[in-house]
């Protein structure tokens, strides 16, 4: 399935994500990711009875990470 495609799990274009999604963007499991979200670690919001990641929010996570494990300069 090409990656770009409209309804594909990786389309950039999407802003809203499924928590499957979410975790397999951030390559970790889906259990660590309803954890990471029960945490407040990772974002997400209700859409009615679902739980969906905004896309910007992985970036955040990964960012957050990232300037946590940066080295003192």
């Known amino acids: 399935m090409d990656p770009r495609a409209p309804d594909s799990p990786d389309d950039p274009t999407l802003v809203l994500l499924k928590v499957e999604e ?31 990641v905004p896309a910007d929010a992985v970036t955040e996570f990964a960012a957050k990470l990232r300037r946590a494990h940066r080295p003192a300069a």
Do not use: D, K
């Open 22 to 52: 979410a975790a397999r963007r951030l390559q970790i499991g889906r259990t660590l990711c309803y954890r990471l979200i029960r945490t407040g670690e990772l974002e997400a919001v209700p859409v009615g009875r679902l739980r969906r």
